[in-house]
């Protein structure tokens, strides 16, 4: 292969990737703004909470706390219907929260002052989000409102994401040169957006790519099959699960809010009989903290003759997360895990989660992730002024099609490595293919016509 030749490959190389990285980049902006702009707001879903709603989740510490059960019973005289969980209060300076199905189908929490048995008020149970504005945050980072299809354009821009960053970066690399644009030099116009998209790329691509991946666990496909394998392989749920008992229909993620996401799905035992006197909620919170379950804990009721306690806690720092199921009649301890007693790949993606979701290592995995968040709208915009200015009159703008195909194997074997690593990239993948050649044909038959 002569030099010549050597060079001409290289640059159809280079069109061809800045031509699906710039198509991509088109197609994933306004779900990576979405994902941009609501991620960054939930990463303080608490502190926005707190302050919204301090008159409800905050009281004046006294003395010594009343017992749950008087608590939950000025949170039913208020309210009347059905207990399904109980938070304690996680600090002195905290209320208690009392979770009730009421008679018209709707269940609300209820704050109650737990050194006084005074009803604080409620708010509607927006469950992990923790105010109903958080709910919507939440909602709408998955798109879950668009139902099933929104959570797949979620998991699709996510997978993208992550090639962007790889092919990004391959475009920034240094050709002929000691080194890529580190730095915005240009002072206006295009190639002031063109460094500007460069630089923040470079210095936050692997930021990008780990939120893209601990978000990837909660989409339906690729999240699906690494539950399935990491259980699959006995490398997510504990070893020995459930021990042999008896199982309900009623997965996890129903049973309480704070199911680590390894074990969400994975159905609640059935006490081991249906008869006798159930333990009271005093009862039940003696024995889980007698176990050593960290505040911020909550305990769900048993639902149905057959059910279980709950008593589980996503805190902060993760090693301390926890569940555990008691036998609703003889309080006997069902199941007790722990981070620790999850396999390689359980603990990893519970680890994760946690970052991703900014409780992990404080206010400085908070203000991280903000800051990779803002650099995905930086991205966007600068993308999109690139792409605005750059665009002939009336026309996309797309970079043209490489008149020289010769792109090494190896490149094409790691697209489909990254389409069968990421199914709905290698679907839209396919997509894209073929729009490329019907294009191709139909310019084809208007130049021989």
């Known amino acids: 292969m002569t030099d010549t030749t050597s060079r001409a490959g290289s ?65 039913l005289d208020t309210h009347p219907g059905e207990i399904k969980a109980y938070t304690p209060p996680a600090a002195d300076n905290r209320s208690a929260e009392v979770d009730i199905l009421g008679p018209d189908g709707l269940k609300n929490t209820v704050y109650v002052d737990p050194y006084t048995c005074t009803v604080l008020g409620t708010l509607w149970d927006a469950g992990a989000a923790g105010s109903p504005a958080m709910y919507v945050v939440r909602k709408l980072h998955s798109l ?31 050709r002929n040169k000691k080194l890529g644009t580190v730095s915005i030099k240009a002072s206006r116009g295009r190639p002031w957006w063109r460094d500007l998209h460069a630089v923040t790329g470079i210095y936050t691509a692997g930021f990008i790519v780990f939120l893209a991946m601990t978000g990837l666990p909660w989409s339906s496909v690729w999240g699906g099959k690494f539950y399935d394998y990491a259980n699959g392989l006995g490398l997510g749920m504990p070893e020995g699960y459930w021990s042999g008992l008896p199982l309900s229909t009623v997965p996890l993620s129903e ?3 704070r199911a680590p996401w390894i074990i969400e799905q994975q ?9 006798g ?9 003696a024995t889980v903290e007698e176990l050593g379950i960290v505040p911020g804990y909550a305990v769900s009721m048993p639902r149905g003759a057959e059910g279980v306690f709950t008593a589980s806690v996503y805190p902060d720092d993760i090693t301390y997360e926890r569940v555990i199921h008691l036998d609703q009649y003889s309080g006997e301890v069902l199941y007790d895990a722990g981070l620790a007693d999850l396999g390689t790949l359980g603990r990893w993606a519970e680890w994760g989660i946690s970052v991703h979701m900014g ?11 903000l ?16 792409w605005w200015k750059r665009r002939p009159s009336g026309a996309l703008g797309v970079p043209q099609v490489p008149t020289d195909w010769r792109i090494p194997r190896a490149l094409l074997l790691m697209a489909v490595a990254a389409g069968v690593f990421f199914p ?22 208007r130049a021989l016509a």
């Open 267 to 275: 159905p609640v035992p059935q006490s081991g009989s249906a008869e």
């Open 255 to 257: 049973a309480t809010d």
């Open 371 to 386: 800051l990779a968040c803002l650099a995905m709208v930086g991205l966007c915009v600068s993308g999109a002024a690139m």
């Open 277 to 285: 006197v159930p333990q009271t909620l005093d009862q039940v919170v």
């Open 144 to 174: 879950e409102y668009v139902g099933w299809f929104g959570n797949r354009l979620i998991e699709m821009a996510a997978g993208w994401m992550v090639l962007l960053a790889a092919t990004g970066t391959y475009l920034w690399w240094p």
């Open 424 to 445: 709905l990239v290698g679907l839209s993948m396919l997509v894209l293919v073929a729009v490329e050649i019907a294009v191709h044909l139909r310019r084809r038959r």
């Open 359 to 369: 409780q992990e290592f404080g206010l400085v995995n908070q203000i991280v992730l």
């Open 11 to 75: 640059a159809a190389l280079y069109r061809a990737v800045w031509r699906w990285h710039f198509i991509a980049g088109l197609l994933i902006l306004p779900f990576v703004l979405i994902l941009a702009v609501t991620g960054g707001i939930y990463l303080f879903k608490d502190e926005i909470n707190d302050a919204a709603h301090s008159r409800l989740r905050f009281v004046e510490p006294a003395a010594s706390q009343l017992a749950p059960s008087a608590i939950a019973g000025a949170a």
